[in-house]
């Protein structure tokens, strides 16, 4: 499979809820870089494997986020890297507030896995999108 038709793969099964479908692909050393500016996130924000990431970030989506979704804008592979350019789209449930925010992911794949994942987003626009609005 190639690493863009792999990443496409990866994010169908994500907005399916395949949840166990999208860590099957994920190599069993997978780096996961997650944005610090999240609430949920203790430390550094990166993870090692696909058990670590399933509840440290995963898990974590529905206690935090209603309708949580990403909207694909681009998807553009590079050598190794897939990356996309996007929106996360939801409902911050601590303000009951919806949000749409940019966000970039980079992915590296390493024999046909999911191996690291890196991406920027714009945090504030989540947790306070009224007055992420106003600035």
């Not at 496409?8 to 860590?23: H, N, P």
């Amino acid at each position: 499979m190639k690493n863009l038709d792999l990443a496409k793969t990866g994010y169908k099964k994500f907005s399916e809820g395949d949840i166990e479908g999208v860590l099957a692909m994920f190599h069993p050393n997978m780096e996961w870089h997650e944005c610090k500016g999240f609430p949920f996130i203790e430390g550094d924000g990166v993870f090692t494997g696909p058990e670590a990431v399933k509840k440290n970030v995963f898990n974590m989506i529905p206690e935090y986020y209603d309708n949580f979704s990403i909207e694909i804008e681009e998807l553009m592979e590079c050598e190794d890297r897939v990356i996309m350019t996007g929106y996360y789209t939801g409902t911050w449930k601590d303000t009951g507030k919806e949000f749409k925010a940019n966000v970039v992911h980079v992915w590296t794949v390493k024999n046909e896995k999911l191996s690291r994942f890196f991406q920027a987003v714009d945090t504030a626009t989540i947790i306070n999108p009224v007055k992420a609005k106003v600035m």
